[in-house]
């Protein structure tokens, strides 16, 4: 039977062996980093590009904009002062967040706007950072993201998803080169940006078909008594504006 070392002196090591990874990762995120040669850029972009438009790699990478959706939904209910109870993320791409509170007003127009939404925000959000120099630190922070939205995920595929997210990027953050996080960094916020459209696109087509009747913006349309059609028309002003500003931070001149 092996011995375990439960010594002050033990314990003490392993908090200063923690304290140096954590000083790490904060001298990284927060250390500006030169962005990667425009080709690159525009190569992740046309990459992020191709994994939307081609339907099979779609289907699998559309679980990465899932999450960013849930996490918009269950950011905006705790704002608004809802009870977040939980958050559940499905194989067939779908996701469903559950929130206690009043069933109608600000609070529940604004939390059921968000998800459409959030994707592009986050994105845009990304394009800020990397136009800062801060590519390291986005990857951290998406990291920490993921960490506290694993806390409200309540089904065995929703940790499944964010682990695996969660993982990659801290494998990226942790032992690639600079140059290469940096390069990824870029790719997921084209990804972000990109994917947010497509999404808002899909809803309106199964709406035309008579299906998704229980969408964000047909609630919304209960909510508001506005059409179904005038939010999804907001989902995709939102998200191409995320877009297109965002494409600007990343490929436009520096201020």
Known sequence: MAAVDDSPASFSGFLAAAGD??????TAATTPVAAPPQA????AGLAALAVVLVTPVWRTARHVVTIAHEGAHALAATLTGRRL??????????????????????GM??????????????????????????????LWLLVALLAVLLLKIRNLFGLWSVLLAGVALVAVSWWLEP?????????????????????VLELQSQRARGQARQSDADQLARLTRLPGLFW????????????????????????
């Open 21 to 26: 990874v954590v000083q790490q990762i904060w």
């Open 179 to 199: 140059d290469a996080q940096s390069t990824v960094a870029y790719a997921v916020t084209w990804f972000l940006l990109l994917g947010s459209v497509r999404p």
């Open 40 to 43: 690159v850029v525009l190569a």
């Open 232 to 255: 999804v028309a907001m989902f995709l002003l939102v998200t191409v504006g995320a877009l297109v500003l965002g494409a600007w931070w990343i490929v436009g001149p520096a201020a």
């Open 109 to 138: 127009v604004v939390t059921s706007f968000a998800g459409y939404v959030g994707p592009g925000l986050v994105g845009l959000g990304a394009a800020w950072l990397l136009r800062a120099g801060y590519a390291v630190g986005l």
């Open 85 to 106: 109870d939980g958050i559940r993320l499905h194989s067939d791409t779908s996701g469903l967040t559950i929130s206690a509170g009043r069933p109608r007003g600000v």
